[in-house]
């Protein structure tokens, strides 16, 4: 691929020395892809994305059908959309970082006792990335998704980090401002309105480091948007003595001053920074999980099975990422091909594609690592994702596959009702109409029975089939089956149906051809939920 290629002299610095002779074309062409979807919110048309990448549209058409099927997106109508799969190259980079699972409960009980956002960010070259958010539900509060990137020096973060860095690092700053000066190149920012030089309202950054080196603490005044106030922490490393991650609270100035975080907020975060430094300290050295398996196998078949359309190259240079998590956080060349069932050969020149890219990292032991960037990938997409709009398109496929009206629903707190969430009708002349946000006595819907049946002893033979139908009982016609959908824990956070009329579907008929194809579609929905909530929570309503 050639060097001017916008994909590749835009994404990294070192894009503009060109590509390794080794790198993998294809899959540096499908990582400017993804990122160019993420920028825009998950979701772009194929000649939009042709502007966007400089690609011929031929070349966008066969990494979007390689990477619909692998699941990382969708291609519905004329877009092409994130599907939540792709969080899985996320959730490798997390689950080898280790710091969400050791700290994000303590992030979580911090906000809580303060009632104040909190979030947990590392460095990423001359930028903070958030890998935990702990938010309040509020109509005025932050809106950052774990993922996210912004320039260090309108952070509080930012000066904690940069009291570590070396001549080359504050180079690579002043080039970095120098270049984009209104910073365009973080797209979960608002741009600014004015160049971001040191002789603007800005406070200074080399001072704020300087100071920040002295106080062990560091403040955000409304440095990224008017209004919005932080007081951050680092988090060291016991062994090292340097920031692994950052702590901040963050809050607004109708509820703190920027000096009042100070002396309000402030102790109770070293408290909790100490007990996070302490959870460091004392974790247990964690267990490799399983890594990916059939990898290798899977993407040959792929190729045979659809042909030119699928880019063997992308595919397989995109699950090398996955290579990695917990237990695995660094790795050797031959661990990783072990791993994805890949020769050395084809592990080694993704990994070196991947380096280029900036999203894996070598070691001085010759042994690879993800970095940050890996959370460009689709993950801010999903970060505040809720079920609902993980179900939508799965409803909306089986609703088109079956002909007959789907719906998603959970059950009220007090148990005696549902309260549908999610919906796809059909355009039968007639069909069941499903408004998002009614309620049904829970008893009386197959929708209810499945999660009731869950919950207590009501309903065994629900419980033991695994499914419930409901024949005329809510309404003379109407006929329905539903399955339950599952969290990472195996509870039942929701169910979803498939209505039919009577005359059009006996019971019979929504068991042996309704209910396999329900089966299925709550199969893939609770995979979509497993892997969005491994590393942030999603609400089931």
């Given at each position: 691929?050639?060097?001017?290629?916008?994909v590749?002299?835009?994404?990294?610095?070192?894009?503009?020395?060109?590509?390794?002779?080794?790198?993998?074309?294809?899959?540096?062409?499908?990582?400017?892809?993804?990122?160019?979807?993420?920028?825009?919110?998950?979701?772009?048309?194929?000649?939009?994305?042709?502007?966007?990448?400089?690609?011929?549209?031929?070349?966008?058409?066969?990494?979007?059908?390689?990477?619909?099927r692998m699941?990382?997106?969708?291609?519905?109508?004329?877009?092409?959309?994130?599907?939540?799969?792709?969080?899985?190259?996320?959730n490798?980079?997390?689950?080898?970082?280790?710091?969400?699972?050791?700290?994000?409960?303590?992030?979580?009980?911090?906000?809580?006792?303060?009632?104040?956002?909190?979030?947990?960010?590392?460095?990423?070259?001359?930028?903070?990335?958030?890998?935990h958010?702990?938010?309040?539900?509020?109509?005025?509060?932050?809106?950052?998704?774990?993922?996210?990137?912004?320039?260090?020096?309108?952070?509080?973060?930012?000066?904690?980090?940069?009291?570590?860095?070396t001549?080359?690092?504050?180079?690579?700053?002043?080039d970095?401002?120098s270049?984009d000066p209104?910073?365009?190149?973080?797209?979960?920012?608002?741009?600014?309105?004015?160049?971001?030089?040191?002789?603007?309202?800005?406070?200074?950054?080399?001072?704020?480091?300087?100071?920040?080196?002295?106080d062990?603490?560091?403040?955000?005044?409304?440095l990224?948007?008017?209004?919005l106030?932080?007081?951050?922490?680092p988090?060291?490393?016991?062994?090292?003595?340097?920031?692994?991650?950052?702590?901040?609270?963050?809050?607004?100035?109708?509820?703190?001053?920027?000096?009042?975080?100070?002396?309000?907020?402030?102790?109770?975060?070293?408290?909790?920074?100490?007990?996070?430094?302490c959870?460091?300290?004392t974790?247990?050295?964690?267990?490799?999980?399983p890594?990916?398996?059939?990898?290798?196998?899977?993407?040959?078949?792929?190729?045979?099975?659809?042909?030119?359309?699928?880019?063997?190259?992308?595919?397989?240079?995109?699950?090398?990422?996955?290579?990695?998590?917990?237990g695995?956080?660094?790795?050797?060349?031959?661990?990783?091909?072990r791993?994805?069932?890949?020769?050395?050969?084809?592990?080694?020149?993704?990994l070196?594609?991947h380096?280029h890219?900036?999203?894996?990292?070598?070691?001085?032991?010759?042994?690879?690592?993800?970095?940050?960037r890996?959370?460009d990938?689709?993950?801010?997409?999903?970060?505040?994702?809720?079920?609902?709009?993980?179900?939508e398109?799965r409803?909306?496929?089986?609703?088109d596959?079956?002909?007959?009206?789907?719906?998603?629903?959970?059950?009220?707190?007090?148990?005696?009702?549902?309260?549908?969430?999610?919906?796809?009708?059909?355009?039968?002349?007639?069909?069941?109409?499903i408004?998002v946000?009614?309620?049904?006595?829970?008893?009386?819907?197959?929708?209810?029975?499945?999660?009731?049946?869950?919950?207590?002893?009501?309903?065994?033979?629900?419980?033991a089939?695994?499914?419930?139908?409901?024949?005329?009982?809510?309404?003379?016609?109407?006929?329905?089956?539903?399955?339950?959908?599952r969290?990472?824990?195996?509870?039942?956070?929701?169910?979803v149906?498939?209505?039919?009329?009577?005359?059009?579907?006996?019971?019979?008929?929504?068991?042996?051809?309704?209910?396999?194809?329900?089966?299925?579609?709550?199969?893939?929905?609770?995979?979509d939920?497993?892997?969005a909530?491994?590393?942030?929570?999603?609400?089931?309503?």
């Open positions: 691929m050639p060097a001017a290629d916008p590749l002299d835009t994404d990294v610095p070192a894009a503009a020395a060109g590509p390794p002779a080794e790198a993998v074309g294809p899959l540096v062409r499908g990582v400017g892809v993804l990122r160019r979807l993420t920028e825009a919110g998950g979701t772009l048309s194929p000649s939009a994305l042709e502007r966007a990448t400089g690609l011929a549209r031929s070349t966008v058409d066969r990494i979007t059908a390689t990477l619909a699941d990382h997106v969708r291609l519905d109508g004329r877009d092409v959309v994130l599907a939540p799969r792709v969080m899985e190259l996320g490798s980079y997390l689950a080898a970082l280790r710091l969400p699972a050791l700290l994000g409960a303590r992030a979580d009980a911090l906000a809580d006792e303060l009632d104040e956002s909190v979030s947990l960010a590392v460095a990423d070259l001359d930028g903070i990335r958030f890998i958010q702990a938010t309040r539900r509020r109509a005025l509060s932050v809106s950052f998704r774990i993922g996210d990137l912004l320039p260090a020096e309108r952070t509080g973060p930012g000066p904690l980090f940069a009291t570590e860095w001549e080359p690092d504050w180079a690579r700053w002043r970095r401002r270049a209104h910073d365009t190149a973080f797209p979960a920012l608002p741009p600014r309105q004015t160049p971001a030089a040191d002789d603007t309202p800005l406070p200074s950054f080399p001072a704020r480091v300087e100071r920040a080196r002295e062990g603490w560091a403040l955000d005044d409304q990224i948007e008017p209004g106030v932080a007081v951050s922490v988090v060291r490393d016991p062994y090292t003595g340097r920031p692994v991650c950052v702590a901040s609270v963050v809050s607004h100035t109708s509820r703190h001053s920027a000096a009042g975080l100070r002396t309000s907020l402030l102790p109770r975060l070293r408290t909790a920074v100490a007990a996070m430094e959870d460091l300290r974790a247990p050295v964690p267990e490799p999980g890594p990916p398996s059939g990898l290798a196998a899977w993407t040959t078949a792929s190729k045979h099975e659809l042909g030119r359309d699928f880019v063997e190259s992308l595919a397989r240079g995109l699950t090398v990422l996955t290579a990695f998590g917990a695995r956080s660094a790795l050797p060349l031959t661990e990783v091909a791993a994805t069932g890949l020769s050395r050969a084809t592990a080694r020149r993704a070196l594609t380096e890219l900036g999203l894996v990292a070598a070691g001085p032991d010759r042994s690879f690592a993800l970095t940050p890996v959370l990938l689709g993950f801010p997409s999903f970060s505040r994702t809720t079920l609902p709009r993980l179900a398109p409803l909306r496929a089986l609703a596959a079956l002909h007959e009206p789907t719906a998603l629903a959970v059950l009220t707190p007090d148990g005696r009702e549902i309260q549908y969430t999610a919906g796809a009708g059909t355009s039968r002349v007639l069909t069941v109409h408004t946000g009614a309620r049904l006595p829970a008893a009386a819907t197959s929708l209810g029975r499945v999660l009731l049946a869950d919950a207590s002893p009501a309903f065994p033979e629900v419980r089939q695994g499914y419930a139908l409901a024949d005329e009982e809510l309404e003379s016609g109407l006929r329905s089956v539903a399955v339950p959908v969290d990472r824990t195996g509870t039942a956070v929701a169910a149906c498939v209505a039919t009329h009577t005359a059009r579907r006996t019971l019979e008929s929504c068991v042996h051809d309704v209910l396999p194809a329900l089966r299925t579609t709550a199969d893939r929905l609770q995979a939920l497993h892997t909530s491994r590393f942030t929570p999603v609400p089931p309503a």
